[in-house]
């Protein structure tokens, strides 16, 4: 059965360096997002993305995080600064079409480390 | 904007049935779902309920939706050690694109 990859599953870096986040969403689908969850907090939706823009952010998207699809395969989130209060588990989603109940495809999360 | 709120823990027996609850506050929400995330894994669908409908039953889950009192339900009969996990319930407008608004998780600890 086809499902959503992330890589790598655990990243640590020091604060104020860049990091990106990779995913492979399922192929053929349409609909990308990016979500993080703070250790013990809700799961928070931060960006989706569709015919390569940026369809709704939310406050936590600001100029620091940036998202791409460089080919036919790959989405990325880009954190250009971190800071400490970025350390969180980071869920890239997909889905497949229009209309239909927006059943996202979750990946198994990117654990972010920021020291 | 849109909250949605679980309450945090739930304990039960094993064999036992659990209901875990979630209230939310978009009247505008058309699709509800309920999410399973295991220690250390993703999060995965378990079931969803169109807001015309009142419930939805699928194997050992059932849903139940008041749209008036914006409060949803998840039932899981026969509740088995296997089914210890987080459950989110979350939030939607149809159709793709529509980003998806959790509740705070609620911990389901089965216990023997």
């Known amino acids: 059965e086809p499902e959503v990859t992330q890589t790598p599953s655990h990243q640590v870096t020091q604060m104020g360096q860049e990091v990106i986040l990779r995913c492979v969403p399922i192929s053929n689908h349409l609909y990308f997002y990016w979500y993080r969850q703070i250790l013990g907090q809700k799961v928070e939706f931060l960006v989706s993305?569709?015919?390569?823009?940026?369809?709704?952010k939310s406050e936590i998207f600001d100029d620091q995080f940036s998202v791409e699809r460089p080919d036919g395969s790959n989405f990325t989130l880009k954190i250009r600064s971190t800071k400490l209060e970025d350390s969180a588990m980071y869920f890239c989603a997909s889905h497949p079409r229009q209309g239909a109940r927006n059943e996202q495809f979750f990946g198994p999360g990117t654990r972010l480390t920021v020291l | 904007g849109e909250d949605v709120e679980q309450s945090l823990f739930l304990s039960v027996r094993e064999g036992d049935s659990s209901v875990i609850n979630c209230t939310y506050t978009?009247?505008?929400?058309?699709?509800l779902y309920w999410y399973k995330q295991e220690p250390g894994a993703g999060l995965q669908l378990l079931t969803y309920?169109?807001?015309?409908?009142d419930m939805k039953q699928d194997q050992r889950l059932t849903v139940l939706l008041n749209k008036k009192d914006k409060h949803l339900s998840l039932r899981i009969a026969d509740t088995q050690t296997g089914d210890s996990a987080i459950y989110f319930c979350?939030?939607?407008?149809?159709?793709?694109?529509?980003?998806?608004?959790f509740g705070t998780g609620t911990q389901l600890k089965v216990e023997l």
């Open positions: 978009d009247s505008s929400s058309t699709y």
């Open positions: 309920i169109f807001s015309n409908m």
């Open positions: 979350a939030e939607s407008m149809t159709g793709g694109g529509n980003k998806l608004t």
């Open positions: 993305f569709y015919n390569n823009e940026i369809s709704e």
